[in-house]
């Protein structure tokens, strides 16, 4: 079985899946909580799909771009119980989960974008093909200097009408469809390294806070 | 039973810890550290010790297993650090922790990082004594804690009202034109030097301080003598003997941390003192600290100064205390508590 789950969006979404038959999957609506959700998510997934930890055979994880503090829960659970488990971990572009779902439930037919919130007024942005293949890597912009007349998934969409007229599709990532793309092999697997995209600020804190 | 096997992890700071232990016996203790990363900016910088731990937590969680001889599904519990500390960098070690519990199906402590200060000593030098009195200090705590049993929490005596000990010693250490950290250098610097060559003031020890201020420290004014005290050498253009500087800064310090220690556990009937943190490591505090406490009948205890400073082990030793003595895991949900006070010791 693959446990999936991604937390580069301001939600928790964990899934179990066999093949491309999705088990069981939990959603969490609490915003900017992983750290306190993911792990009950997760065996709350094993208990609703009746199985065990020795039962998961494969892990995925949505690599971002996305807020890093949510990001960074999502890789080292992942990472970590991998470790533990002794299995494989997947990682994939979480705007190639979401480009995915868009084409299977029809919302895009055609080249189009996925835009996600990044705050401070940016959105983490990708292009896709007619196959909802990726062309270009993910990048980070403010949304009118990357504005478009495509059809737009994602959150960013919502956020910057302006710049994004033609909002469709799913709004946020879902782990069942983490699983889909990661059975159907839909997107480069890639290592469970986060997609920053943005440099940490240099802004050092007070001496150690606590030591 | 035997006693429990117990892996920790600590990520307050910018050291990644992970220790394994059983009962009061050290197995492993790995740390990674990003202080290098850090040093231009001349502080932590948050995000980028987040990053660092992400990197480094499956490497130290390996490492620790491979030099204890242990397997991961063999230990009995998960301890971690819940707080205080910084938020992000304790996440990142506490989302690691819940990894590992839900992966090897093994109970979880979400501990207190200071109480794990204490329960470190219970490596080297076997149960604590109950009730003991504990003097943190370190570059971001001075305080006096009464434990009477640390799985069920610590009374606060008192504690530093502005600067950190630690810290006191980097920004002395800096206007002596001594590196950072600066307290084995002060140390190193003091030992040649005066001990009275300058009086330099004793923080929250006049008679009407003691009153309010009895157990607390301040070390902010400290700073600033010595600062002054510098400034004008310098511009009479006469050379500053940093030797003996450092050593009558370093007494101030010492003097103040000890005698307040000491009356504090004079005052509370308790006769044991343990010091942890990393200004434990200081030559003189020991020294001192031992002398006054002798004249008083008080033992004293000092944890080697590797498990002084932020580690692994020593959040490990407070959850297999927390084994030991029956105490409920935390939830699953439990949150990294950044401000987490130094009375919950559990979460
Ligand atoms: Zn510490």
């Known amino acids: 079985m693959l446990l999936s789950f991604d937390t580069a969006s301001p939600l928790v979404t964990v899934a179990l899946a066999e093949g491309t038959e999705v088990l069981a999957e939990r959603v969490t609506e609490m915003a900017m909580k992983h750290g306190e959700q993911l792990a009950p998510l997760i065996a709350g997934v094993l208990e609703d799909a009746g199985a065990v930890r020795q039962d998961v055979s494969a892990i995925a994880v949505g690599v971002g771009p996305g807020p890093f503090t949510g990001l960074r829960v999502g890789l080292v659970t992942a990472r970590t119980l991998g470790f533990v488990l002794d299995v494989p971990v997947y990682g994939v572009c979480s705007l190639d989960i979401l480009a995915v779902q868009a084409l299977d439930v029809g919302a895009v037919d055609g080249p189009f974008m996925v835009a996600t919130d990044a705050r401070r007024k940016e959105v983490y942005w990708a292009t896709y093909d007619e196959f909802a293949l990726r062309i270009d890597e993910p990048a980070v912009n403010r949304p009118v200097d990357v504005a478009s007349d495509l059809p737009v998934v994602g959150e960013g969409a919502r956020l910057y009408p302006d710049s994004f007229p033609h909002a469709v599709g799913p709004v946020r990532p879902s782990a069942g469809w983490l699983a889909r793309v990661v059975a159907e092999e839909r997107a480069e697997l890639l290592d469970p390294e986060p997609l920053y995209l943005r440099r940490p600020d240099a802004v050092a804190s007070p001496p150690k806070a606590v030591s | ?347």
């Open chain 2, 1 to 347: 039973m035997n006693e429990p096997l117990v892996l920790g992890i600590e990520t307050s700071c910018d050291e990644t810890g992970v220790g394994i232990v059983r009962g009061h016996t050290l197995l492993a203790d790995a740390i990674a550290s990003s202080v290098e990363e850090h040093a231009r900016f001349g502080g932590v910088v948050p995000e980028v010790a987040s990053r660092a731990h992400l990197e480094a937590m499956v490497p130290t969680i390996e490492r620790a297993c491979e030099t204890a001889g242990v397997k991961p599904r063999d230990v009995d519990a998960i301890s971690v650090t819940s707080g205080p500390g910084l938020a992000g960098a304790l996440l990142v070690g506490v989302a690691a922790a819940k990894a590992l519990a839900v992966g090897l199906d093994k109970p979880i402590y979400g501990v207190n990082h200071l109480a794990s200060h204490v329960a470190v000593d219970q490596l080297e030098h076997g149960a604590l004594p109950e009730p003991c009195l504990a003097m943190l200090v370190s570059g971001g705590h001075s305080s006096l804690l009464r434990v009477e049993d640390i799985t069920t929490g610590v009374d606060p005596l008192g504690a530093t009202i502005d600067d950190a000990a630690g810290e006191a010693f980097d920004k002395v250490a800096r206007l002596l034109g001594l590196p950072f950290p600066g307290g084995p250098h002060i140390d190193r610097a003091a030992e040649s030097g005066s001990k009275v060559y300058v009086d330099f003031p004793r923080g929250l020890t006049s008679r009407r301080d003691i009153e309010r201020h009895r157990f607390d420290f301040s070390f902010s004014g400290l700073k600033t003598a010595v600062a002054r005290w510098v400034e004008a050498r310098e511009r009479s253009g006469e050379p500053v003997p940093v030797a003996d500087v450092a050593a009558s800064f370093q007494e101030a310090v010492c003097d103040v941390l000890t005698r307040k220690a000491v009356d504090a556990a004079v005052t509370h009937g308790i006769d044991h003192i343990m010091i942890g943190g990393g200004v434990a490591a200081n030559s003189r505090l020991r020294v001192l600290t031992e002398e006054r406490a002798a004249a008083k009948g008080i033992r004293v205890r000092v944890p080697r100064p590797g498990l002084c400073t932020d580690n692994g082990a020593m959040v490990a030793a407070l959850g297999a205390e927390m084994v030991a003595r029956g105490r409920r895991p935390s939830p699953l949900d439990l949150p990294a508590d950044s401000s987490q006070p130094v009375t919950s010791v559990l979460v």
